[in-house]
């Protein structure tokens, strides 16, 4: 499946977080390609840089990854800021009726 995806594809290094966390089979870091087969026409993938091993990962797999996370992180910086947000109106109200001066 691999080598019949990698037939007629472009490849072009990057610095992108998804090249740092991968490595083929063989320990080199993978280099991004452009599938030229009809199924996946302009679709991207990395793939090994010397062709000598399997390694196969779909960019856009990888990107829909990175994206569910920055949106779960998107959410709980949300929450926690709704969190402070109410931490401080009861500090707030706590000062304003005297209890701030308790040791």
């Not at 991968?22 to 996946?40: F, I, Y």
């Amino acid at each position: 499946m691999g080598s019949k995806s990698w037939r007629g594809s472009r490849a072009s290094r990057s610095t992108g977080s998804a090249q740092r966390m991968l490595l083929c089979h063989h320990g080199e870091e993978p280099v991004l390609r452009v599938s030229g087969t009809t199924e996946n026409s302009g679709r991207r993938f990395w793939g090994c840089v010397r062709y000598v091993c399997d390694f196969f990962e779909w960019a856009d797999k990888l990107q829909a990854e990175e994206d569910l996370k920055k949106t779960r992180m998107r959410k709980k910086v949300s929450s926690l800021k709704t969190r402070l947000r109410a931490c401080e109106m009861r500090l707030k109200i706590a000062v304003f009726f005297g209890m701030g001066n308790l040791k």
